[in-house]
């Protein structure tokens, strides 16, 4: 009788010392929480200190606040009110996040930096490899009808570290309209460009600038500001202020839609691009040019190549 309670006793403190061995605890005592600009246009950090250790219990205090409001308000909360967080879910290294419908409500661009400031927030704990996102229980999908799966810390890169005078020298494909503004040229460019600007703004801004030389024109309004590119899951996301659509050059309707996506997708490694018109992609560029597709370079368009060195 005695063998069998020591043997039990001996039993329940392996159990306990097994289960106190799967809770893992954060070394790290400053986090950061991501907010919204007022502009709605980046990310802002603010640091945070948990009041827990276990990942378990920090992943549902950071869940608390992605829906509050920071009290800096030069901030918005990174999460919309009507956007709620039905489920958090710590498991497996994997922190799973399921929202309500309105979550599909929201602009893209905003969307984009919703998924990168939960990823980055959760992916700072040691214990956190990944975040998957689901809405009402249902994966996430991409402007691609495709899963958005697990994404990581890798999922969204930045220019970090570098100094702000640093340039960098790249050698790109442009694409500009011909004299006529029936076909697009494509001219070869050699420029510098700051190291704190993403290449792929940078293409778009070179074509805003328009061409160099005379035998080509711009497809874009040299009016157009750019609210925001960045390339996610190999789609490349490109958002413009009305001008795009208010100040049409005068040149065939398909050019200036193509003349940025042939650019970015001879640039970067991406498989598609999406536009959007002050975060909205329900729109229609001039007559037939719907901008909720996601478009692919189309090179039936060119015509003919020139080279430009600066």
Partial sequence: MKKMRMAGLFF?????????GTKKTEEKTEYKMYYLSAAETSLEEEIYT?????????????????????????????????????????KNGTVCIDFNKEYKKMKNTREILVRAGIVKVFTQLQAVSGVTFEVEGEPLLDSNGEE??????????????????TYLYTEQTLYFANKDGDKLVKQQVSRHYSSNVPLEKAIVEWLIKGPTNSDAQATISPSTKILGVSIVEGVCYVNLDKTFLSDPMNIQEKLPIYSIVNSLMDACKIHGVQISV????????????NLDKLYKADYSLVEDEETIDE
Avoid: Q
């Avoid at 329940?12 to 106190?20: E, H, K, P, Q, S």
């Avoid at 378990?56 to 956007?83: A, Q």
């Avoid at 958005?148 to 005078?165: A, H, M, P, Q, W």
């Fill in 148 to 165: 958005v799966g697990t994404l990581g810390k890798d999922s969204f890169i930045e220019n970090e570290g570098r100094n702000i005078n």
């Fill in 50 to 90: 948990p009041t827990k250790t276990e990942t378990k219990d920090i992943v549902e205090e950071i869940c608390e606040k992605l829906t509050e409001t920071n009290p800096d308000n030069d901030h918005l909360r990174l999460l919309p009110k009507k956007v709620e967080i039905l489920d958090c879910e710590y």
């Fill in 12 to 20: 329940l403190i392996v159990c306990m010392l097994t289960a106190c």
């Fill in 278 to 289: 002050e975060g909205e992609t329900k729109v229609t560029f001039r007559e037939s040019m």
